[in-house]
C-alpha cells in the first residue's frame, strides 16, 4: 500500500500470502499479474530504521571497544562499518536490484543455458520488486533429479561456473549473493 499509494488488489489479479522465501531484509511471494506469474519481493516493515538503530550501536561499541585494544584489524572495523552502511542502503532499494538484473537479463540473452528473471519496471519501486516467476529447484536440492538421470550434475556446475566468469570477468557486473535459494535449476536443465 505504502508503495503504491493503493491496494495491491488493485494492481496485482492474486497474491498468495504466504511467503516462498524470506531473509533479513525482505520476504518474496507468488502473485499474478494480468494473466502472468510474478514475484513480489517486498522489504520488511521498520527494517530501515531497524538497521540504522544497528549501525548506531556497532558504531557506539566500536568507539568504546577500539581505544583498548588498538589493533589494526579492530580500529579498522570503522571503515568496514562505513562500507556496510553504502551497500545495505543500496540493498533496502529495490529499484537498483530492478536496474542490475535487467542488466544481467541482457547479458546472458545469449545464453541458452541461463535463465534471468524479468523485471516489471512498471510495479518496481524503492521498497518492492516484481519479477517473473521461473519455476525451479534450488540447486542444492537436485538430488531426485540427478539420482533419476534428469539432470547431469556436471552441466548445471559448469553453467554457474561460466556464468560467474562471465559476470566478474567479462560483464563487470555480477549478482553478489549467490546462496542456493537464489540459483534455481529448471526442468530443461537451464540455471
Request: proline residues 6%; without cysteine.
Amino acid at each position: 500500500r505504502a508503495s503504491y499509494g493503493r491496494e495491491p488488489a488493485e494492481l496485482f489479479d492474486t497474491i498468495d500470502p504466504m511467503p516462498l522465501a524470506a531473509a533479513s531484509l525482505g520476504q518474496v511471494h507468488r502473485a499474478t499479474v494480468g494473466g502472468r506469474d510474478v514475484v513480489i519481493k517486498v522489504l520488511r516493515p521498520g527494517v530501515e530504521a531497524t538497521t540504522a538503530a544497528d549501525l548506531r550501536i556497532a558504531r557506539w561499541v566500536l568507539r568504546q571497544v577500539a581505544p583498548r585494544l588498538r589493533p589494526p584489524h579492530v580500529t579498522g572495523l570503522g571503515s568496514v562499518l562505513d562500507e556496510f552502511e553504502r551497500r545495505v542502503a543500496e540493498e533496502m532499494d529495490f529499484r537498483q536490484e530492478a536496474r542490475f538484473a535487467t542488466t544481467i537479463r541482457g547479458n546472458f540473452a545469449h545464453n541458452p543455458s541461463v535463465r534471468v528473471p524479468e523485471v516489471f519496471a512498471e510495479l518496481t519501486r524503492q521498497r518492492t520488486l516484481v519479477l517473473e516467476y521461473i519455476e525451479g529447484k534450488r540447486i542444492d536440492r537436485l538430488d531426485g533429479a540427478v539420482t533419476t538421470g534428469r539432470l547431469a550434475p556436471e552441466q548445471a556446475l559448469r553453467t554457474v561456473m561460466e556464468l560467474y566468469v562471465q559476470m566478474m570477468l567479462v560483464d563487470g557486473l555480477f549478482h553478489a549473493d549467490p546462496h542456493p535459494g537464489n540459483i534455481l535449476v529448471d526442468e530443461a536443465g537451464r540455471v
